[in-house]
């Protein structure tokens, strides 16, 4: 059973920092894309940023130059670090395993609170 743990959420004031990670396990880890999403109380689930086993990056209009996504293929972890958070990053971020062939998986999710 493939495993996704995220961790590293918390409660921040406007403007600070906040970094998640993910790590996988019983996976073939280099062959995924990974990604972050969010889900908002009352809101649908979105896109935060994705990278490729090729390093490549994708990210959401509303956190592009904030948020940077990172891996480590030797520790099976993906990172997001989060800098100038606003209150509207609150959400529940979740981490994404996604291959066309090999599947798709999610973490539990890790809660981020943005608040003063």
């Known amino acids: 059973q493939v495993q996704l743990v995220e961790s590293g959420g918390g409660l921040v004031q406007p403007g600070g920092s906040l970094g998640l990670s993910c790590a996988a396990s019983?996976?073939?880890?280099?062959?995924?894309?990974m990604g972050w999403y969010r889900q908002a109380p009352g809101k649908q689930r979105e896109l935060v940023a994705t990278i490729t086993k090729g390093h490549r990056t994708n990210y959401a209009d509303s956190v592009k130059g904030r948020f940077t996504i990172s891996r480590d293929n030797a520790k099976n972890t993906v990172y997001l670090q989060m800098n100038s958070l606003k209150p509207e990053d609150t959400a529940v971020y979740y981490c994404?395993?996604?291959?066309?062939?090999?599947?798709?998986?999610w973490g539990q999710g890790t809660q981020v609170t943005v608040s003063s």
């Open positions: 019983r996976i073939i880890f280099t062959i995924y894309t």
């Open positions: 994404n395993a996604n291959h066309l062939s090999a599947g798709d998986y």
